[in-house]
C-alpha cells in the first residue's frame, strides 16, 4: 500500500513538472513549488508524530506504516497481545543503537515482563533526561516509595501525572488513577498521547 502511494506521489510530481514546463514556467520556480510541496509532506507527518491531538491521524500513521519496527511496536500496542508487544520491542532494541533509545525501549520491555531488577539497570543506562527521571520515577510509583516518585526533571507536561497514575495504579485507589491517567492523556500529544491512551486503557481494564 505504501509502495502505491509512493508511485502515485511521484507520478504526480512528474505531471505537474511536466505540465509547469509547458506552461513556460522558469526552473527556478518550479523547483520553489516543488520545495514547498515537500516541506508540507514532511511538516504534516513530524505534527502526527509530535504535536497533533488527533488520536485518529496518529492511527491512520500507525496502520499505514506497521511493517516498521517503531510503527510495529505501536501498532501492537493498539491492538495486539502482550506477546506481540514484547516481540515487536526485541526489533525494536536491535534496530535502534543510540544508547538511550536503546535503554529506554529495555526498560519499557522489563516493566512489561514485571522485572524491575532489569527495569532499573535499564534505566541506569538511559542517560538522558527526561527519559532517564522518568524511568526511575516509574519504578519507584511500582514499589510505592511516594519520596522519589516526583521529580523537577520531569520537563514533559503528561510525565507528572502519569507518574501519579502509575502510583494510584499501583495501590489500586481507581479514583485517583482515572484523575491522573485522563490529565495524562489530555497534555500529550502525538504518539506519546497515542501510547498512554492505550497503555492507561490496559492497565484500567486490571483494575
Not at 506497521?66 to 491492538?79: G, M, N, S, W
Not at 535499564?122 to 526511575?136: F, G, Q
Not at 482515572?178 to 492505550?198: F, P, W
Request: glycine share 2%; hydrophobic share 45%; net charge positive.
Amino acid at each position: 500500500m505504501r509502495l502505491v502511494k509512493l508511485t502515485l506521489f511521484y507520478l504526480v510530481i512528474i505531471i505537474l513538472a511536466m505540465t509547469l514546463s509547458l506552461a513556460g514556467v522558469r526552473l527556478s520556480i518550479s523547483l520553489a513549488i516543488f520545495a514547498l510541496i515537500v516541506l508540507a509532506i514532511i511538516y504534516r507527518h513530524i505534527h502526527i508524530l509530535f504535536r497533533t491531538n488527533n488520536i485518529q491521524s496518529v492511527d491512520k500513521l500507525v496502520k499505514d506504516r506497521k511493517k516498521e519496527p517503531f510503527f510495529a511496536y505501536l501498532y501492537a500496542v493498539a491492538y495486539e497481545t502482550k506477546e506481540d508487544q514484547l516481540q515487536s520491542l526485541d526489533v525494536v532494541i536491535k534496530k535502534y543503537k543510540q544508547p538511550a533509545v536503546k535503554y529506554n525501549y529495555i526498560f519499557i520491555k522489563a516493566i512489561m515482563e514485571e522485572n524491575l531488577e532489569e527495569a532499573k539497570d535499564a534505566a541506569d543506562k538511559i542517560n538522558k533526561e527526561p527519559l532517564a527521571s522518568y524511568a526511575k520515577c516509574y519504578i519507584a510509583a511500582l514499589e510505592g516509595r511516594t519520596a522519589d516518585i516526583r521529580s523537577a526533571k520531569l520537563t514533559q507536561p503528561w510525565m507528572k501525572p502519569a507518574i501519579e497514575a502509575i502510583y494510584a495504579y499501583t495501590i489500586k485507589n481507581e479514583d485517583a488513577f482515572q484523575q491522573y491517567q485522563t490529565e495524562s492523556i489530555n497534555l500529550a500529544r502525538g504518539v506519546q498521547k497515542y501510547v498512554l491512551t492505550h497503555s492507561f486503557k490496559e492497565m484500567q481494564k486490571k483494575m
